[in-house]
């Protein structure tokens, strides 16, 4: 067995399955009777999947479009022996509620819960401070005394530093996430004005931050990172808590996503790039596939934003050019697996050490002995293309630093995924760049977790992008949105 595995290597299909020839002849009776008006999702991703969910919905005939062999974009699974691995750890907050619509429109909600209530474990192995565990954690209080106890007992800050940190955080509540010129500025500054030592960036905003920005403050949007610490921390006691799949993500965003696409009538298409779209002289939409001709009264583009520029027609948007500067940031997913149990916790946090958040995926993975745990690396420049023998020099003995129970137990496997392009980065000045859904061309939308959701790169903007691009597209079929739209009034 490689140490370095092919993400792309994981298929899913499965053929024969009663939804889909459900799904195909609701969409054929359609399609010959001329009942409705017809989109073409181009991306299945869960951007492109809430898309053709929501015009499905809506009685649209929805024909979806996707290149690889499966759905779920960069949120999905694959096989490794006899494991089921997931591209990297992904999660979502108790704020995200158009994620946590998607969960509920595939069934899949009971699968990736939600934490009680917000609490997170933080390891600190620097030199200086010994071991030592702290706590981030919630009380049922209203905001922002819900916090107060945690922080006023968080051991990895000194008093005068968490007493600086409340002053910041009152002062980033009252930020007007609308204005602007705060996208102009960088997080790392913003805070350094405020009081904030490097330590208190490192041990707090950092913590946070890059797990959900994927960029360090100092590289991060004042305008994302306000977003994600008011919406996140500072706006309802359980906004934070945190949920993630307790199954490998390509049930819920793969095979569930298929089975309510397939249910909904959508046809699916997997393994079919979509090569050009074009407009007829009678405004309707042409799209090329290889050996076949897709006509569409609307189409989403729910791809990449590279992708989405070579494919957009000429004039569709007015300075095309700008979604070749949205940049974009890595994420290194280290994966290890034990022959015994090493971690008591189902993850954690870390500091003084280059390891970040580490999860147990030993239940999810299928794994019947030993222990699997999955170590995060967000923003990771510096190491995406390290070979994986350097990796391993590099964080194996780290583990054991932070997991006395590593010491001496038998790495059964260790192998990398890099996800290059994992996020668009969320640098100063992104917000200019990034394109609503709405393009010139009537009835051509954008979708994408880097169009303009006010969201950083996260499951919750992907599916809202869906949402928006979705009423977009039933505006120009004439189309009245139903409830979806009210529910998410403002990513719509």
């Given at each position: 067995?490689?140490?370095?595995?092919?993400?792309?290597?994981?298929?899913?299909?499965?053929?024969?399955?009663?939804?889909?020839?459900?799904?195909?002849?609701?969409?054929?009776?359609?399609?010959?009777?001329?009942?409705?008006?017809?989109?073409?999702?181009?991306?299945?991703?869960?951007?492109?999947?809430?898309?053709?969910?929501?015009?499905?919905?809506?009685?649209?005939?929805?024909?979806?479009?996707?290149?690889?062999?499966?759905?779920?974009?960069?949120?999905?699974?694959?096989?490794?022996?006899?494991?089921?691995?997931?591209?990297?750890?992904h999660v979502y907050?108790?704020?995200?509620?158009?994620?946590r619509?998607?969960?509920?429109?595939?069934?899949?909600?009971?699968?990736?819960?939600?934490?009680?209530?917000?609490?997170?474990?933080?390891?600190?192995?620097?030199?200086?401070?010994?071991?030592?565990?702290?706590r981030?954690?919630?009380?049922?209080?209203?905001v922002?005394?819900?916090?107060?106890?945690?922080?006023?007992?968080?051991?990895h800050?000194?008093?005068?530093?968490?007493?600086?940190?409340?002053?910041?955080?009152?002062?980033?509540?009252?930020?007007?996430l609308?204005?602007?010129a705060?996208?102009?500025?960088?997080?790392?500054?913003?805070?350094?004005?405020?009081?904030?030592?490097?330590r208190?960036?490192?041990?707090?905003?950092?913590?946070?931050?890059?797990?959900?920005?994927?960029?360090v403050?100092?590289?991060?949007?004042?305008?994302?990172?306000?977003?994600?610490?008011?919406?996140?921390?500072l706006?309802?006691?359980?906004?934070?808590?945190?949920?993630?799949?307790?199954?490998?993500?390509?049930?819920?965003?793969?095979?569930?996503?298929?089975?309510?696409?397939?249910?909904?009538?959508?046809?699916?298409?997997?393994?079919?790039?979509?090569?050009?779209?074009?407009?007829?002289?009678?405004?309707?939409?042409?799209?090329?596939?290889p050996?076949?001709?897709?006509?569409?009264?609307?189409?989403?583009?729910?791809?990449?934003?590279?992708?989405?520029?070579?494919?957009?027609?000429?004039?569709?948007?007015?300075?095309?050019?700008?979604?070749?500067?949205?940049?974009?940031?890595?994420i290194l997913?280290?994966?290890?697996?034990?022959?015994?149990?090493?971690?008591?916790?189902?993850?954690?946090?870390?500091?003084?050490?280059?390891v970040?958040?580490?999860?147990?995926?030993?239940?999810?993975?299928?794994?019947s002995?030993g222990?699997?745990?999955?170590?995060?690396?967000?923003?990771?420049?510096?190491?995406?293309d390290?070979?994986?023998?350097?990796l391993?020099?590099?964080?194996?003995?780290?583990?054991?630093?932070?997991?006395?129970?590593?010491?001496?137990?038998?790495?059964?496997?260790?192998?990398?995924?890099?996800?290059?392009?994992?996020?668009?980065?969320?640098?100063?000045?992104?917000?200019?760049?990034?394109?609503?859904?709405?393009?010139?061309?009537?009835?051509?939308?954008?979708?994408?977790?880097?169009?303009?959701?006010?969201?950083?790169?996260?499951?919750?903007?992907?599916?809202?992008?869906?949402?928006?691009?979705?009423?977009?597209?039933?505006?120009a079929?004439?189309?009245?949105?139903?409830?979806?739209?009210?529910?998410?009034?403002?990513?719509?």
């Amino acid at each position: 067995m490689s140490d370095t595995t092919q993400a792309e290597g994981f298929d899913a299909d499965r053929p024969g399955r009663p939804e889909k020839e459900e799904g195909a002849k609701r969409f054929l009776e359609g399609a010959v009777a001329g009942d409705g008006r017809a989109a073409v999702v181009v991306g299945g991703g869960l951007a492109g999947i809430t898309a053709a969910l929501a015009l499905a919905d809506a009685g649209v005939r929805v024909t979806l479009l996707e290149g690889r062999p499966r759905l779920g974009g960069l949120a999905f699974s694959f096989q490794r022996g006899d494991l089921t691995v997931d591209n990297g750890q992904h999660v979502y907050l108790r704020c995200c509620t158009a994620y946590r619509w998607f969960l509920d429109r595939v069934d899949g909600a009971g699968l990736a819960p939600l934490q009680d209530r917000l609490d997170v474990p933080v390891l600190d192995v620097a030199k200086r401070a010994g071991s030592r565990l702290g706590r981030l954690r919630r009380d049922a209080l209203p905001v922002p005394l819900h916090l107060g106890r945690s922080l006023a007992t968080y051991p990895h800050l000194s008093l005068a530093e968490r007493a600086k940190v409340g002053r910041a955080a009152l002062a980033l509540k009252a930020l007007d996430l609308a204005d602007p010129a705060l996208d102009t500025e960088d997080f790392g500054s913003w805070l350094t004005r405020h009081g904030q030592s490097a330590r208190a960036v490192e041990a707090l905003w950092d913590l946070v931050g890059v797990a959900t920005l994927n960029a360090v403050a100092g590289d991060a949007s004042l305008g994302l990172a306000a977003m994600v610490f008011k919406t996140g921390l500072l706006s309802d006691p359980g906004a934070a808590d945190i949920g993630w799949a307790r199954v490998p993500l390509g049930e819920l965003h793969d095979l569930r996503a298929r089975k309510a696409l397939d249910s909904a009538g959508v046809r699916t298409e997997l393994r079919t790039r979509v090569t050009s779209i074009s407009q007829h002289g009678n405004g309707r939409w042409r799209v090329q596939v290889p050996g076949e001709t897709l006509h569409a009264d609307a189409v989403v583009l729910a791809v990449p934003q590279r992708e989405a520029h070579d494919l957009l027609p000429e004039g569709a948007l007015d300075a095309p050019e700008r979604l070749l500067e949205i940049g974009t940031a890595p994420i290194l997913n280290i994966h290890v697996v034990y022959d015994r149990k090493v971690l008591g916790k189902p993850f954690f946090a870390a500091l003084g050490t280059p390891v970040q958040w580490v999860f147990d995926r030993t239940e999810a993975s299928g794994l019947s002995e030993g222990q699997y745990l999955a170590l995060s690396q967000s923003a990771a420049h510096e190491e995406i293309d390290a070979p994986v023998s350097q990796l391993r020099r590099r964080y194996l003995p780290e583990l054991e630093r932070l997991l006395p129970g590593t010491r001496g137990a038998e790495v059964r496997d260790f192998f990398v995924t890099r996800e290059r392009t994992a996020t668009f980065a969320p640098t100063p000045g992104v917000g200019r760049l990034r394109p609503g859904a709405r393009t010139k061309a009537p009835g051509l939308c954008l979708a994408g977790a880097w169009t303009a959701t006010g969201w950083p790169a996260t499951m919750e903007s992907a599916v809202r992008s869906g949402v928006s691009a979705a009423g977009a597209a039933l505006s120009a079929l004439g189309r009245p949105r139903d409830h979806l739209f009210e529910l998410f009034e403002e990513a719509a």
